[in-house]
């Protein structure tokens, strides 16, 4: 491992392949279909994992997800953010090639844009609309008018696919009960909102609910059809946080060399600054993360809460020298605070090799 | 412009050459040799720019930086970073390639490993050391015994070039005569470091300063022979709170595009999330950064402090409907509060025509 060039992002192949493993298990025994979300880990190896334990089409939060996983072999794929007109062109592009792509909205305006943009270029566009089930950020309420209206609008060259909606709000609940009412509302709203379409008249096939909390917290998921979460494949401090992991899950590290020392401040300076990390925070503060030793185990007493674009700046609170203790070359790992945005820094994943030998090297891709 | 997928990042190349003439004539005005940090841009034909009216050589912030204009051309790079044994091996596939790299030091116990690798391969890194003006981050303060230390490792494989400094804590400052103060302490201290280097006996011929704020405000720069500086070539939100800049001078911004509202809460929805955009705050809160409409100009009551992956929470606490005045399909930019790590998020920079036409597109790197 010293010999990687640092910052450097690590991947845990095991922990990961053991989360795989618990939400695919856990979908099976709720007997629902499950379409992971690969935004975060944008990486054709991991998506093949999930695929291979049984998820069924995928979701994505950029086309540019879409078009690299469609180029790879995925052909079911749900673009989960509420589309807008310069985004249609190039979902058109990818529709023409093969790909069945399932848009978003949530809106009746855009779902008449929808419809005849599709009915433009002789196609017909797969729609989900957004549910809001928790007033977490975006979609529409079951008993809004909305709805209704969002629906009348795709005729003609869009159809109504489902509904779906992300509980996003279970990320600040931290108890089992919590988390399993949370889970429940997501369900029973979302399968309102179908039942609402279904006694309008309108076909309604896919329910479609989901956030990493809330897809292991749920007792049963009657009426939906697919669950939906991303950030599961690897975990991260605030899903630990949150409550439904532990810290021993988390499959992602960013490995940092100890470049220099401020005695003064008891500061230990290190070469993975804010570009290697993610500023994302959970409820505790662990500032850019939990500093780990080479091996993965905390070390009590050392603090990252500043950092600079390619310095990581520890404070040590603990006993004895920081000199000696971590000179200049030790190997540190700092855990994630937020999955997604600390894997977003980085090209490639160092996958640590089960039984010694070779790193492999996993490519991610970021942009639009 | 509203053709544009988005998000994307918009460069205006008008302000952005602007900045660059305004930082080298200053530099030319003050008899300094003028090294642009390239870790704001990572972006070839933006260091053109900075070549084309003066730069001296760059300064990098990553090896994968100085192996990607190395590449282009360039010749003469520091990496201002200190280096660690892992990253030696780089440094010397790029030196044999026939760059001239230097490389920063602030302890004699790299020195001596520096010194050594360099004996080992037969060649003769030359290596600054990192002097501390300011208390900010790293650095050898100039009284310190181990500034002498480490001068003494430099034997052998490697080669004592000079000190450098980073004036990081002008950040914090926001009058013209604090900034001024800074600068000169700056150089005094900088100064003073090679001084005592000179006075044991050895030669140090560079003396290298430099941040935006404090090359900005500096009066003088006596005893100096290069300054550094990286974010002035866009400037943002930070910069203008400093004081070194106006809004009307910030190059970079992100477009985006309204995707829906929460009426209950006043909130526009867009598809520029925490993804496309930068957490890093400056000393008043703008967020996630300043929103304005399609033409640049700040919208008023338009705050835009929530974001998820891909989704900006935009809160509006001005009159009328905001339906009315924002429909989905709404174009908004936002101007970044760190320029360096809002850029970062990108693979490329969409130039804004400066008399309509197509928009030349220039790509970006990251990694390491």
């Known amino acids: 491992?010293?010999?990687?060039?640092?910052?450097?992002?690590?991947?845990?192949?095991?922990?990961?392949?053991?989360?795989?493993?618990?939400?695919?298990?856990?979908?099976?025994?709720?007997?629902?279909?499950?379409?992971p979300h690969v935004k975060t880990s944008k990486c054709l190896e991991v998506v093949r994992h999930q695929m291979a334990e049984g998820a069924h089409g995928i979701t994505?939060?950029?086309?540019?997800?879409?078009?690299?996983?469609?180029?790879?072999?995925?052909?079911?794929?749900?673009?989960?953010?509420?589309?807008v007109p310069n985004?249609?062109?190039?979902?058109?592009?990818?529709?023409?090639?093969?790909?069945?792509?399932?848009?978003?909205?949530?809106?009746?305006?855009m779902a008449a844009q929808i419809a005849r943009h599709g009915e433009q270029h002789g196609i017909c566009h797969e729609v989900m609309i957004e549910v809001d089930t928790d007033g977490h950020r975006s979609g529409i309420k079951p008993d809004d008018p909305l709805l209704l209206a969002t629906a009348a609008e795709l005729r003609g060259g869009a159809r109504l696919k489902?509904?779906?909606?992300?509980?996003?709000?279970?990320?600040?609940?931290?108890?089992?009960?919590?988390?399993?009412?949370?889970?429940?509302?997501?369900?029973?709203?979302?399968?309102?909102?179908?039942?609402?379409?279904?006694a309008a008249g309108y076909d309604c096939p896919v329910v479609s609910v989901g956030s990493t909390p809330t897809a292991l917290s749920a007792r049963h998921l009657d009426g939906v059809t697919e669950v939906r979460a991303g950030v599961y494949v690897f975990f991260d401090l605030v899903m630990a946080e949150v409550g439904v992991c532990g810290i021993d899950d988390i499959a992602i590290s960013v490995l940092c060399t100890v470049i220099g020392h401020r005695l003064d401040q008891n500061w230990i300076i290190t070469d993975g600054g804010w570009m290697a990390m993610s500023r994302d925070l959970g409820h505790q503060d662990h500032g850019y993360g939990l500093v780990c030793d080479a091996d993965g185990k905390p070390v009590a007493g050392l603090g990252f809460g500043k950092a600079n674009q390619e310095h990581g700046v520890l404070q040590w609170t603990g006993e004895g020298d920081i000199v000696e203790r971590f000179p200049v070359g030790t190997s540190l790992r700092v855990l994630p605070n937020h999955a997604c945005a600390t894997g977003a820094q980085h090209t490639r994943y160092h996958v640590i090799p089960r039984k010694g030998g070779a790193w492999p090297v996993w490519q991610r891709f970021g942009g639009w």
Chains 1, 2 share one sequence.
């Not at 845990?12 to 298990?25: F, K, V």
């Not at 592009?93 to 305006?109: C, D, F, N």
């Open 60 to 83: 994505v939060s950029t086309l540019k997800e879409a078009e690299e996983f469609f180029r790879a072999g995925i052909e079911d794929i749900l673009y989960a953010v509420a589309i």
């Open 1 to 35: 491992m010293q010999n990687l060039e640092t910052p450097a992002l690590l991947l845990d192949e095991r922990r990961m392949q053991h989360n795989i493993e618990r939400m695919q298990n856990r979908m099976n025994q709720l007997g629902v279909s499950f379409r």
């Open 87 to 109: 985004k249609l062109d190039h979902a058109l592009r990818l529709i023409r090639h093969g790909l069945r792509l399932t848009l978003l909205v949530e809106s009746p305006a």
């Open 162 to 198: 489902g509904v779906m909606t992300h509980a996003g709000a279970s990320y600040d609940l931290n108890t089992p009960e919590a988390l399993a009412q949370m889970a429940e509302q997501e369900r029973l709203r979302c399968v309102a909102a179908a039942e609402k379409l279904r």
